[in-house]
């Protein structure tokens, strides 16, 4: 099974954002994505515009697999509103906004909490920090049953 194939089943990384994979002597995995140029809309005037100001890079973990941490150096598009002159980054399928954890790595930090697993566990199998593991649980809004 190709490289690719395993990177758009677990991590959904689609095959053309992904610019240059490496794996280091430890058997990590790291990956350089770069989602390409498209129409985006502003969230806050509503404006569509193509044109790009920039890149930037951003580190996000995508978790474990198999014992070997997946790493991406993710490029980050930033784009400029023609009509009011603000910049904003590109929407993404992999990380939210202002985080650097990935979608998937965050579905499998709460598909471990229906396991009876300590903080620390979970924190281990993520490759995150246990305050990490805190902060993300503690924002879970469970309701009280009926």
Same mark, same amino acid.
């Given at each position: 099974?190709? $490289? +690719?194939?395993? /990177? ?5 990384? =689609?095959?053309?954002?992904?610019? !240059? @994979? ?46 070997? $941490? +997946?790493?991406? /150096? ?5 784009? =400029?509103?023609?009509?009011?002159? !603000? @910049? ?59």
């Amino acid at each position: 099974m190709s $490289t +690719v194939n395993y /990177t758009e089943i677990i991590f959904k990384i =689609k095959e053309e954002y992904i610019k !240059h @994979t490496r794996v280091n002597e430890d058997g990590s995995v790291h990956f350089t994505l770069e989602i390409p140029v498209a129409e985006q809309v502003r969230p806050h005037c509503g404006a569509r515009t193509r044109k790009s100001k920039g890149k930037r890079p951003e580190d996000v973990k995508f978790g474990a697999t198999q014992h070997h $941490t +997946v790493t991406a /150096t993710y490029l980050q598009r930033r784009y =400029k509103c023609q009509e009011c002159n !603000h @910049t904003f980054i590109e929407k993404n399928p992999f990380v939210c906004r202002y985080l650097r954890l990935s979608k998937t790595n965050m579905e499998y930090l709460f598909r471990q909490l229906g396991e009876k697993v300590s903080f620390t566990e979970m924190a281990k199998l993520s490759n995150v920090s246990v305050s990490t593991v805190i902060r993300y649980c503690s924002k879970l809004a469970i309701p009280k049953p009926n």
